[in-house]
């Protein structure tokens, strides 16, 4: 199988590359392909001719989303959507990736993949804006997987890295460190992600649409921050912070927004739970 790798520097590009379990992958530099630039999306997918694309690129720095709207809407919208029709063009089929963020976290269970999206910053809006765009443009080979609260091996640099290292540095910098608590969220370690993505388009029954794809079960920012320091054994006090959903920066993130993931795991592809995934990712400071 040949596949077209978008985003290969990332979290989830890295990991997707590690765990590849046997493919022609293609993993272009963004010098090379820019969803900015629809005629480098053009020439490549020719070039290339995969059977799949994953796409792992997006703007995704919620705070910078707000500042700049237009380019998060030309990242994660129209190029998305020139990605698409490129795809379609080559009869290729697109996975690419969404946020929890489209939701509004009214919901007190897990989201599945039939609830109503409704999202309440800029971000979240690109996001939805682009699941839109993708598949009106290709709906037999589009397939939108959403995921929440990212982690991994490669390093963020959009994000100046990720939430779990973030947190191990400030415990061992800081006697006291404040975290949200008000936020329910379902992290999701990319190592797991990654090899859930490669079964997914592997099976004989992928159907286009949307699929959930996170670590099983859910908690709070400040749950995942206690659970971080108590399995390194560092001595610092982890304080919650209930700030009401609401950014220093002015906008709005869902209280509740963890997902479920209901489609992927009828056909049996599952994640293992949070704990167990930030547990295995530890073990490298243990």
């Not at 897990?110 to 682009?130: F, K, M, N, W």
């Not at 990720?162 to 460190?177: E, G, H, L, P, W």
Request: hydrophobic share 40%; glycine share 6%.
């Amino acid at each position: 199988m040949r596949v077209l790798l978008i985003g290969a520097s990332g979290q989830l590009g890295q990991d997707l590359l590690t765990n590849n379990p046997g493919d022609e992958i293609v993993a272009p530099s963004r010098n090379e392909l820019d969803l900015a630039r629809p005629d480098q999306i053009s020439r490549i997918t020719r070039e290339v001719q995969p059977d799949f694309v994953i796409n792992c690129a997006a703007f995704h720095n919620v705070p910078s989303c707000e500042q700049q709207a237009a380019e998060a809407f030309l990242i994660n919208c129209i190029g998305l959507r020139d990605l698409s029709l490129a795809c379609a063009e080559q009869g290729a089929w697109l996975i690419t990736f969404s946020s929890d963020y489209v939701f509004n976290g009214d919901k007190d269970t897990p989201y599945v993949e039939t609830d109503v999206p409704c999202p309440l910053q800029v971000y979240g809006i690109t996001r939805l804006a682009g699941e839109y765009a993708a598949q009106a443009s290709s709906p037999l080979r589009t397939v939108i997987v959403r995921t929440c609260g990212l982690y991994g091996r490669a390093f963020s640099r959009s994000k100046g890295g990720n939430f779990v290292d973030a947190r191990v540095s400030d415990a061992r910098q800081n006697k006291r460190i404040e975290i949200s608590c008000e936020q329910v969220v379902t992290p999701t370690s990319t190592e797991d992600l990654s090899r859930a993505v490669h079964a997914l388009i592997r099976h004989p029954e992928l159907a286009p649409g949307i699929y959930h794809l996170v670590n099983d079960g859910y908690c709070s920012w400040y749950e995942f921050t206690r659970a971080i320091v108590d399995i390194l054994d560092i001595r610092v006090e982890v304080a919650p912070v209930d700030r009401g959903g609401r950014d220093p920066r002015g906008f709005r993130r869902p209280l509740f927004s963890a997902l479920k993931n209901a489609r992927a795991s009828a056909m049996g592809i599952t994640l293992p739970p949070w704990e167990v995934a930030l547990r295995n990712y530890l073990s490298r400071y243990l």
